[in-house]
């Protein structure tokens, strides 16, 4: 299973992100994150690499990890917000890859996505079960295209 | 640089002496950013330096260790977009001084702390972003130590200079990249934080490499970049000013 992050530099930002997704996509692993080091708006590096770590491993179920059981690729898609939140999430990957590869041996993408619009559309596709990485990420992206008048 | 015990001291030194000049710049820095950003510049680099100066000295190894211990506190503390800027470019050039500091390290770690800068940042110089400071330093360090072959000292004096011209120079741009950015036009007349920031790093490195070094270089920004070769006598400040007729030897 494909799982999903969103990254906002408001951590009630994100958690309501991921409560209109789960409407849609409820099946779907999702992660909210948000602030800076001390709680304050912002990103944390370290707390975008624990969210994309929980999103590969999933609340209790270890043997999902990686997936491969379920016909997906398993890997993490992640939604951003602003500026730091794309560059903090940059270096979480490539910090996740190169330290904790035990953890994190997936693959993790950004989506260039508006973030509430993008994470309503990959819960939707993670929640298939033929997902991978890059039919979430075109989901997310295709989202941009979505005229609201 | 003289062995290693020494070069990690004066290091530790650099490192300390910029937190402190970050926790007194912080106010300053935070009306700076909140002129034109989120107003979280001086708490942010504060935070982040001030938990450097702890994983520097507990990190074991060479500089190129002390450094790059630097630039993974950097990325873990100081959120914000300066976070993954300035510690992510710290920890890709602190490769870059395998083997210590020398001349020749520092121009290397100089040229690659840039350019992850611009890779991450994707900012050209001129979108009122700490390019515009660090790339008219690094550009003039590596020409004072490899074509003017000036000592490191004069070469890092020469830098901060530039910095300080870069830093003048954000202020009538308007943002293209960064949270100022959205203020458009509104952002014009507003020195950039993260510039300033920057400035403020290397005017401590210029005065910790001063202490250890127990030696001084001249500072004026405001002193012709070019030419220092004066021939008909028409530039007046050149003429009129001995060091830089000395560095033109």
Redesign the interface.
Known sequence: MVGLVVVSHSERAARGIVEVASEMGGNARIEAVGG???G???????DIREAIEEAVAGPGDSDDTGGGDDGSDGGVVVLVD???AV??T??AIE?AAVGAEADVGVDVEIADAPVLEGAVSAAVEAAGPKATVESVVNAAVEAREYRKL | MADSDTEREALLAAIANVADRLADEKEHLTDLDSAIGDADHGANMNRGFGAAVEEAESAEGEATDVVKAVGRALVSKVGGASGPLYGGSIMAASAELEGGITAETTVAFGEAYLEKMQDRGDAPIGAKTMVDAVTPAVHTYKKSIETDDLSPLEALGKAVDAAERGVDFTVPLRAKKGRASYLGWRSVGHQDPGATSTLFVLEELLATAEDYLDDETERDAAAPAEPDVDPDGTNPEAADDPAANEEAE
Do not use: V
């Open positions: 800076d080091p001390d304050g708006i912002g990103t944390s590096m370290n602003l500026g730091s560059m903090n940059e270096i910090e």
